[in-house]
């Protein structure tokens, strides 16, 4: 004889959440949901005024009169006198400093700089760096200078020669010197070493020199600040020594 069952067991919808507790759930997320959706309209709503607020301001023109001066014009819209007055202001103090930029003459340093500058790219040089050296010495010249130097150097092959025999020029410059006879005339005493190979052996020509510069004035500019140029140059070899590299010599000599 079966016993009645004291306890059923409890059908299988009863083992999930109880009803309040699904309703809890699904409130919260309809507080979320509402809450993103206010917060994404306040953010559309102001975008939207700031580009209609952008769209109704008349546009900016900028006139700019035959002296360089700045004027703000158009669309009928209240003008910042303040900024008006400062962009007027540095506009007329622009044009004033280029145009005293322009007109100032060069100095004498600036044309001892030009001349060292020139000298050190013109004579010093290594295999590698000679035909980048070469043409800054060369944009630094006169177009009558550039001309004939380019073709001398062609002709020459100096580049070449530099590159086989694997030559290294450094000049020490001593002193650079205005000379009297013209404005722009300079004098500099130099000591140039010139390293070359030949015959599996290295050669050292150690030469003091006389360089003969002159310059020319142009207009200042981005690429030629200084506003100057060499118009001639020369040299002149006053003592010169040749070492093999052979001879050591000793410290009890000297």
């Known amino acids: 004889m079966k016993k009645p069952q004291s306890r059923r067991e409890a059908p299988e919808i009863a083992r999930f959440t109880r009803y309040y507790e699904h309703d809890g759930m699904l409130r919260a997320y309809a507080n979320r ?44 819209a209240k003008q910042d006198r303040t900024s008006q007055m400062a962009m007027v202001l540095s506009a007329q103090a622009a044009g004033s400093d280029a145009t005293a930029s322009e007109g100032v003459a060069p100095t004498d340093l600036e044309g001892k700089a030009v001349v060292r500058r020139f000298l050190e790219h013109y004579l010093s040089y290594t295999p590698d760096s000679a035909p980048r050296n070469l043409a800054e010495s060369l944009n630094m010249m006169t177009n009558n200078l550039r001309t004939f130097t380019l073709n001398k150097l062609r002709d020459d092959d100096t ?96």
């Not at 607020?53 to 700045?70: L, S, W």
């Not at 030949?198 to 200084?226: C, H, M, W």
């Open 33 to 76: 949901a509402m809450f993103l959706a206010i917060l994404f309209a306040v953010i559309a709503l102001s975008s939207l005024g700031f580009a209609i607020y952008v769209r109704i301001q008349p546009p900016t023109v900028i006139r700019v009169d035959k002296d360089g001066n700045a004027m703000v014009v158009g669309g009928g």
């Open 159 to 254: 580049v070449g020669k530099i590159q086989e025999d694997h030559i290294i020029s450094d000049l020490r410059i001593r002193s650079i010197e205005r000379s009297k006879n013209a404005p722009w005339d300079y004098v500099v005493f130099g000591v140039k070493e010139v390293h070359k190979v030949k015959s599996g052996a290295e050669v050292t020509d150690r030469i003091v020199g006389q360089y003969n510069i002159r310059l020319v004035e142009e207009r200042r500019s981005e690429f030629n600040p200084s506003g100057l140029l060499v118009a001639e140059y020369s040299e002149q070899q006053m003592v010169g020594e040749r070492n093999n590299g052979l001879e050591q010599k000793s410290d009890l000599d000297k």
